[in-house]
């Protein structure tokens, strides 16, 4: 039988990467998740895997901790909220441009500047649109439960080391703030450095007389050689849009309306999908769990089938305009969003959806 | 079964750790459970509060403005959450410090004199628990041997020796319990 | 019989008195000529040949006039954002802690906008080496003002010459790290004459060789010039240097092992 827990989002990814084999922690303390460096500490992880952990002086150091330590093959992450990963971007591009693997956590807090440590998702233009400089795009994971959260720490190292790439999950305060059951499985081992040096021969693990010398780097002064290299670039997006789709169809196959929503706004309209069946509103959600590679196609074949969208997020439409790019005007596409660290509640988006689109087509039909 | 409970009062009340004790006996009875805290500033002396959702299905959305049951513990708790009880559901109080009674007519509601008895037991400590034994018998959801095994798992081993105490006044509670309220 | 030998007859084992570091690479160097940072390259690079210890060293090149250093240097290397190669060098180093990990930074790189960087690396005590190229300048950017540069000094950013008023005071960061207990050797040196070269070789060499003591962070600062940014012939720029960049920056070891 699998060990079951009890614990906190911030908890489970924790313990997710150091059972994933995570060889490498490096992160400055910020509410809503400083649980995460709190529990890999009182884990005692380089006794328990080997696992390095190191509190840095700023966010700043942190990420180029994890470049460094990325450079050299290994397992390594982050995580902060806003305004930590916004000290990041600068990290998080040089690793774009040297395509180094790595796993980042953003449990979202609500912004501008230093705004509040409640619970948002007004990071996802951020997230996903690329924050930092240059045209790059990172693998963006949205967990809505703490299973997730877990999960995530280990599909997120897999799909960081399978295309070469940053994974961010992009979690929010309510996720990693609460508990609920957690099903652990077996400890990953973590890979020698025998075994980096088969794995990944790209790594800067010491020139030996077999090899030409590994460089990292994401210079190149000739343009026209930074132009092939991000073609490159280009062509790894557009194939990981192709395979690593991921999302969740709940109560879609018969729906005429349809909630688009990630993370914690995910399970909020989920119940307010179960709130409007009761009521007869044959309503379903779509729920992008990576909201890089975004689901256009799926949304696109559901714009065939309901009558509205609504983007339920805590911001103040973001992901909607991925949902309108989706559906290219096939449907009306509405957005409602909490702000500032609210949470909506779930008769409040049913509401909404009722307001946008049932009432109205009901005044458009006495009309 | 679902449940939906909410457990509210002053940060130090135990209100967080309760609700914790709950969603872990829940879960060693193989039930769906979710517990969602205020958290930050907020709970520096502040009011604290955490929904708890006890289920037998996957457990929708852990953020609720309406509730089965209300566990209130101070007076701008209850200023907050009276209206949240869903009608028919319940309301669990410490009168002890309120100075506005709740009011509804839709809902059923009761007392737990937890401050007192737990003064009484001279223990300040188990006083999350009398409220706890109070709901329990409201709403007997878990059974007891679940009660221990969360009791075991959500706290400190050193701490397991305060298991029997705190299964005592989980009994007290249950006893002490009293309707006040009760909708026809 | 020939009075003059042919280049074969002069290219003869027994008659070699210097030659090309096995591991700088063939790239031409891209430093302006006169420049101290390819001397202080070829430095490290000799010594890491001499000890052996390629298949084990990761060096961190900065953002500096010395960006490419891995073109010139036979070693694995990654490139680090300006200011942060002291991060980037503990996060290797924590994971790899038997490799030799060096960064090589200059002053606008190691004290302007990674002073942080720089100290809490010192100050942890990080098991790594640290090459810091001091020309009292940004040289890579067109010779703007540095931490280091000097009172009165003209640079493109203090064109009339930099007023500590205003502008601040020259930075000496090595002292400043010296202090710090995360620091077990700490040494500056120039490269600029022959004498100058093999003192600072030692230093290099100590270096390189106390990371594997495991006792913290080894430091070597190397006064240099910067002729393009000082806008001065490479033998006038040496002579300015001694006259007025030693006399602030006095060479020397600042810390030693006891
Ligand atoms: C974030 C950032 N800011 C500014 C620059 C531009 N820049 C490149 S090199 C440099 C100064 C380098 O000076 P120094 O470290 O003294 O090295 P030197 O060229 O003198 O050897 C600056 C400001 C940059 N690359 N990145
Ligand atoms: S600009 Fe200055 S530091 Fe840069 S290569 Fe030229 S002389 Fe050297
Ligand atoms: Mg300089």
Sequence with gaps: MKEIRLMKGNEAIAEGVIRAGCDGYFGYPITPQSEVLEYLMANKTKERTGMIVLQAESEIASIHMVYGGAASGKRVMTSSSSPGISLMQEGISFMAGTELPCLLLNVVRGGPGLGTIQPSQSDYFQAVKGGGHGDYKMIVLAPASVQEMYDFAKLGFELAFKHRIQVMVLSDGAIGQMMEKVELDEQVPRWTDEEIVKLHPWSTTGKTPDRERNIITSLDLNPVKQEIINRNLQKKFKHIEETEVRFERIMCDDAEYLFVAYGSSARICQKAVSLGRAKGIKVGLLRPITLFPYPSKELEKLAKQVKGMLSVEMSAGQMVEDVRLSVNGAVPVEHYGRLGGIIPAPDEVLNVLEEKFIKENLLCKTH | ?184 | MQDTLTDAQICQPENMVYCRTALMTQAPLSYCPGCGHGTAHRLIMEVIEEMKMQANTIGVAPVGCSVLAYDFLDIDMQQAAHGRAPAVATGIKRLYPDKFVFTYQGDGDLAAIGTGETIHACNRGENITIFFVNNGIYGMTGGQMAPTTLPGMKTATSPFGRDTETMGHPLKITELIANLPGTYFVSRQSVHTPANVRKAKKAIEKAIQYQKLNKGLNFVEIVSNCNSGWKMTPLESNKWMEENMFPFYPLGDIKVPK
């Excluded at chain 2, 955490?50 to 403005?65: A, C, G, M």
């Excluded at chain 2, 959801?141 to 400190?156: D, N, T, V």
Aim: zero cysteines; a positive charge.
């Design chain 2, 1 to 184: 079964m679902t449940e939906e409970i909410i457990i509210a009062g002053f940060g130090g009340q135990g209100v967080l750790s309760m609700g914790k004790i709950l969603a872990y006996s829940g879960m060693m009875q193989n039930k769906e459970v979710s517990w969602f805290p205020s958290y930050g500033p907020e709970m520096r002396g502040g009011t604290a509060n955490v929904t708890v959702i006890i289920s037998d299905e996957r457990i929708s959305s852990p953020i609720l403005n309406w509730f089965d049951t209300a566990i209130i513990l101070n007076q701008q708790s209850m200023d907050k959450f009276e209206n949240s009880v869903k009608k028919g559901g319940i309301l669990i109080y410490d009168p002890n410090g309120i100075t506005r009674h709740p009011v509804r007519t839709n809902i059923n509601i009761y007392t737990i004199n937890a401050a007192d008895e737990s003064a009484r037991m001279g223990s300040a400590k188990v006083f999350n628990m009398i409220i706890l034994g109070a709901f329990l018998k409201l709403k007997p959801l878990i059974g007891a041997e679940y009660m221990r095994k969360g009791l075991e798992k959500s706290l400190p081993a050193r701490h397991h020796d305060m298991i029997p105490e705190n299964e005592k006044a989980i009994d007290i509670g249950k006893s002490l319990v009293k309707q006040t309220y009760t909708l026809n």
